[in-house]
């Protein structure tokens, strides 16, 4: 058994873009209202049905287009604990991980359907498929990754930095 | 692959030792004296650019918590594009902040309402060989067309960058893609990278694509900026072209100072150890067009005609320099636009304007029934004027074409080259340009 609490997986295909993660004409929206749009396009159950803890699950080439940080922020304000995707565009992957969002890279199918119960122990890299029992291991993120994470993303990080050099002056 | 789009290509890994252009530029910045693809290192970055809608209004509240200032106020570029002009007392007040911004942070280089940053910066010879640059945008690659290393960043690693000048980068590897021979008449950059993002695909992560070829080193640089512009669209962490006498003259031209050095410092060794190498022929290159709503969902426009449009857009970063406003000229020269169907043009900057209004490029395309428009991101980023309603029909010279981008998440965006939106408006429907030059 794993020690993370069960959680719905929410499955997306391919190429899912910046503007359907974020759309451009409402950019001007406050964070929560944009995240009510979160990937409507593709699946309007989403935004509505999300709840904190579930995991998005993603084909290649997940958050393809705009440097848009809203994109990650909106899945991060709706509660997703993490993105597990085949392939991230560059831009969105480091927006994730500055904002404190663990993004994990699986280049194989998961054996996993949309609505299935998983758990997913972050620290651990380890995935539960409930229904199966099966486990799976995800790659590791390269340390410089995993501190900006623990810190809880690149601000905090930042900060802390920044104090320890004026304390040292 | 079509029948009128024949290439050569072999995707082969060089077994060369030396380095590539990427690859130097990164050492440099970074202080080594190697980048090795896969490493992750830490660069000083030697320009920084944000505009109105990823910049100073997500740097600010960090800045003022961590209470602290920019690193160089003089190597920040600041540029008002997106929600130019207002539109409503939302896009006023993001544009008030920045221009407050701007004086409280003591920012030298700031550009309000004079196009769209990626255009803008080469106008003021702010890009040379060699340098290390970070964009707030995703099309930042853009500037790749000038022999530096410039990819795309979001609005917490450029706050960073803000405050301390640096950031860390993965080395990327570099894809040579070389195109050799002469384009047909009315086949331009723009249709190279429709049918690259077909060919070659949206996924070319960790990776530079170096631009080569006679074909290449023949474009002006604005055509070369189409290019390294849509390396975003490949998915690659950017674009470059090696400099040579085009790019210095530019350069110059728009006050930069450069050195002939450059030319010799900033280009990938003879023995360069490239991740693959692509070679293609420009003559057998048709017009393409993207389908909605992906740049990859590409063909030869023989495989689209008679796609009706509501609504021609000329715009963008991409797609609205002043080359490109001359091929849509070429093209509505003594024409008019269709009954029921809307041109649009808004020019990728000020400058634009003034050079198309002296050149009477201007005119031609007014005269044909074009609407003018302000310059900046515009319905491009969904976000000025010109969007489109459910069931709208637009092909459009811009670089993206996702669902719901220019507005409804029912509507329809082609992309082509200026040529092919041009003749489009014209005929009402998607046709192949090649016909309609005058
Ligand atoms: S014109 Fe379009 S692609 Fe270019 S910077 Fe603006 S929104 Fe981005």
């Not at chain 2, 970074?30 to 944000?50: C, E, K, N, S, Y």
Request: proline fraction near 5%; include cysteine; charged fraction near 20%.
């Amino acid at each position: 058994m794993s020690a993370a609490a069960p959680a719905r997986a929410w499955v997306f295909g391919d190429n899912i873009d910046t503007d359907v993660l974020a759309p451009g004409h409402l950019m001007k929206l406050a964070p929560d209202d944009l995240a009510r749009h979160c990937l409507e396009a593709v699946n309007p159950d989403f935004a509505p049905n999300v709840r904190p803890g579930d995991v998005l699950i993603a084909g290649r080439n997940f958050g393809l287009g705009s440097s848009r940080e809203q994109a990650a922020v909106s899945l991060k304000r709706l509660g997703l604990k993490a993105v597990i995707a085949r392939s991230f565009a560059r831009i969105f992957f480091r927006n994730a991980i500055n904002l404190g969002l663990p993004a994990f890279a699986y280049d194989a199918d998961l054996p996993i359907a949309d609505g299935d119960p998983i758990a997913l122990d972050v620290p651990a890299g380890r995935l539960d498929i409930v229904n199966t029992g099966g486990v799976v291991a995800l790659p590791a993120l390269a340390p410089a990754l995993t501190d900006i994470l623990d810190a809880g993303g690149l601000m905090p990080l930042l900060e802390r930095r920044l104090k320890a050099e004026r304390s040292a002056t | 692959m079509t029948a009128n789009a024949e290439v050569t290509r072999g995707a082969t890994r060089e077994t060369g030792r030396g380095r590539t252009l990427a690859e130097k530029i990164i050492a440099r910045a970074a202080g080594r004296p190697h980048a090795t693809p896969g490493d992750i290192v830490t660069v000083a970055v030697d320009l920084a650019m944000a505009h109105d809608s990823s910049g100073p209004r997500r740097w600010r509240p960090h800045l003022e918590a961590l209470g602290v200032g920019l690193w160089d106020p003089d190597k920040v570029v600041i540029v008002s594009d997106h929600y130019v002009p207002a539109v409503d007392a939302a896009s006023a007040a993001i544009l008030k902040d920045v221009r407050d911004f701007v004086r409280a942070y003591g920012v030298t280089r700031f550009f309000d309402m004079r196009g769209i940053s990626h255009a803008v910066m080469p106008e003021h010879g702010l890009l040379r060989p060699g340098m290390l640059c970070a964009g707030g945008d995703s099309h930042s690659p853009h500037g790749g067309a000038f022999g530096c290393f410039i990819a795309g960043f979001g609005a917490t690693d450029m706050t960073a960058i803000a405050v301390t000048g640096e950031t860390w980068l993965t080395v990327p590897a570099t894809r040579r893609v070389a195109w050799n021979g002469r384009f047909q008449d009315g086949v331009s950059a723009k249709d190279v990278m429709l049918f690259l993002a077909r060919e070659i695909g949206a996924e070319n992560h960790n990776l530079v694509i170096e631009y080569a070829g006679d074909t290449v080193a023949a474009m002006s640089m604005e055509e070369r900026m189409t290019l390294c512009n849509m390396a975003a669209e490949l998915g690659a962490d950017t674009g470059i072209v090696e400099p040579d006498a085009t790019t210095l003259a530019h350069i110059r031209a728009h006050g930069g100072a450069v050195d002939d050095a450059a030319l010799d410092a900033w280009r990938s060794d003879a023995d360069a150890a490239y991740h693959s190498a692509f070679a293609f022929d420009a003559a057998a290159l048709a017009p393409q067009i993207a389908a909605p709503h992906f740049p990859g969902n590409s063909s030869s426009v023989a495989d689209m005609n008679r796609v009706r449009i509501d609504q021609a857009y000329i715009g963008a970063c991409v797609g609205a320099k002043y080359e490109d406003l001359a091929m849509a000229a070429r093209v509505l020269e003594g024409r008019t636009v269709r009954d029921g169907v809307r041109l649009l043009i808004a020019p990728a900057t000020t400058k634009v304007t003034e050079q198309a209004a002296k050149s009477g490029v201007l005119a031609t395309l007014t005269q044909a029934g074009g609407i003018l428009l302000p310059s900046g991101c515009g319905a491009c980023a969904g976000m000025g004027h010109g969007l489109l309603a459910a069931g709208d029909v637009c092909i459009s010279t811009t670089n993206r074409n996702f669902q719901g981008r220019m507005g409804h998440k029912d509507a329809f965006v082609y992309l082509g080259s200026p040529y092919s939106v041009a003749s489009a408006a014209v005929a009402g429907e998607i046709v192949d340009p090649r016909a309609y030059l005058s």
